[in-house]
């Protein structure tokens, strides 16, 4: 469900006046060479950081844009040369490193496969009459490249499993077309259904559902995913159903709480972290109930010195753990550690 204004407003006071809950300490992001830049962090399938570096030179390629005159900023799917760059993977402070020489995706985000491989996916791809851009490289242990494939345009979440699984969640323009997908004589978008699994070599395997064929409604656009090895969890636009995808069944429960782009998952227990304006640092908790998540807590999250949340902090939901990673450090928040309020 969609709110209008001023249900948008009651919830942002609301929200204001919710309790604190202040994050761990976390660690610091441990850099792979001097002067590095953090380009793109994620959570591997272990609970692992893995965190894709540049040196600051390098870094405007990487994140590379277009703007037309007088209009709008898009984000470009290839950088205007290669550019080397480095893919950490950090438990606490020990960390392994990979170097890729010549990257030519922008905008890009790093996942781990099994035997020491690892994904890289660039978040634009363009469709072309002569073939669509190949935004998904497979580098194996050594940094070479294995396998290149499409994954299609809008892409918002990349998250593996440990037997390297590949699951993409798209935003409205990878579901409803962009950048050549879906208009004229072009295939509709590889990600008109808002959620795509792959296989480890990459080949679509399963899709999520239309509205036809599932109650919770169809994805507009994956606001959050949470991927473990045991079940696959989604909230998304526009309804913001809190969906579980098991094997190939999908199960939804209707929720109330709109705006969340992360969610964390333990037992019943589900943890619903930002929202529109002001709400980015919105934490709700909620309980499984029949068919509809029930609002047991509501918290305002906040760094360990009880300085406000960052509106542009990165959040991934691994299970029951949401990791939020700023620039300088990685922080763990257990949902099973919050209590109701």
């Not at 204004?5 to 660690?27: A, F, I, K, M, Y």
């Not at 080397?84 to 438990?91: A, E, F, K, M, W």
């Not at 636009?237 to 190939?248: A, E, K, M, Q, T």
């Amino acid at each position: 469900m969609k709110w209008g204004n001023g249900r948008r407003r009651s919830r942002e006071q609301t929200t204001q006046t919710s309790p604190r809950w202040q994050l761990d300490e976390g660690v610091p992001l441990v850099r792979p060479a001097e002067g590095d830049v953090l380009v793109s962090a994620s959570i591997g399938p272990a609970g692992e950081l893995v965190a894709l570096w540049s040196n600051a030179a390098d870094e405007a390629a990487l994140r590379s844009v277009t703007t037309q005159p007088g209009w709008a900023t898009f984000p470009d799917p290839a950088t205007d040369r290669p550019v080397p760059v480095r893919v950490s993977r950090q438990t606490g402070d020990a960390v392994d490193v990979m170097s890729l020489p010549g990257l030519t995706l922008a905008h890009p985000t790093a996942q781990p496969l099994p035997g020491g491989r690892m994904l890289v996916v660039g978040a634009r791809c363009r469709w072309r009459p002569n073939g669509p851009d190949r935004n998904g490289v497979i580098y194996d242990s050594n940094g070479r490249i294995e396998a290149q494939a499409t994954l299609g345009d809008g892409i918002e979440h990349v998250l593996t499993t440990t037997s390297g699984d590949v699951w993409v969640g798209y935003f409205d323009e990878g579901v409803y077309g962009n950048y050549g997908w879906g208009s004229g004589d072009a295939p509709p978008p590889l990600g008109n259904m808002g959620l795509v699994r792959f296989s480890p070599e990459l080949e679509p395997t399963w899709r999520f559902p239309s509205h036809v064929d599932n109650d919770a409604g169809a994805i507009d656009d994956c606001y959050a995913l949470n991927v473990s090895d045991d079940a696959t969890w989604t909230c998304y636009y526009s309804g913001f159903p809190i969906v579980r995808i098991h094997g190939d069944d999908v199960t939804g429960w209707r929720n109330q709480t709109d705006g969340a782009k992360a969610l964390a998952v333990a037992g019943t227990r589900i943890g619903l972290l930002g929202g529109y304006g002001q709400q980015h640092d919105r934490f709700v908790v909620g309980e499984l109930d029949g068919e509809t998540m029930r609002v047991v807590g509501t918290h305002r999250l906040v760094l360990p010195d009880g300085t406000p949340l960052p509106p542009h902090v990165t959040v991934v939901g691994r299970g029951p753990v949401l990791h939020l990673i700023t620039a300088e450090r990685w922080h763990q928040l257990n949902l099973d550690h919050v209590p109701a309020t």
